[in-house]
């Protein structure tokens, strides 16, 4: 899983446009930080703690990306079960 280099490119877009989508709610009430990589704090993506701050969009280093991709693969796991085969006959 994520072997190919495509894959993780696509779920760190999918990543940073959720975030972006989700911040514009109306319902936003603030980013929960435990469900964010953890970014340091220099870094202009990192969690903010105020819900009325001007949004805009964040803008990721090549450090962030990088941060992202291990978090992804960290913490992304496969829908389908180890025991669970195809070919079964059993169906």
Not at 17 to 27: K, L, Q, S, V
Not at 50 to 79: C, F, T
Request: hydrophobic content about 30%; charged content about 30%.
């Amino acid at each position: 899983m994520l072997s190919n280099p495509l894959d993780i490119k696509a779920h760190i877009l999918g990543y940073k446009r959720g975030r972006e989508i989700i911040r514009r709610m109306r319902c936003f009430r603030g980013e929960w930080k435990d469900s964010h990589p953890p970014f340091p704090i220099h870094s202009t993506a990192a969690h903010s703690d105020d819900p009325v701050k001007p949004i805009r969009d964040y803008v990721y280093s090549k450090e962030d990306d990088e941060i992202i991709e291990q978090w992804i693969r960290g913490e992304i796991v496969s829908m389908n079960h180890p025991m669970y085969s195809f070919n079964s006959k059993e169906s």
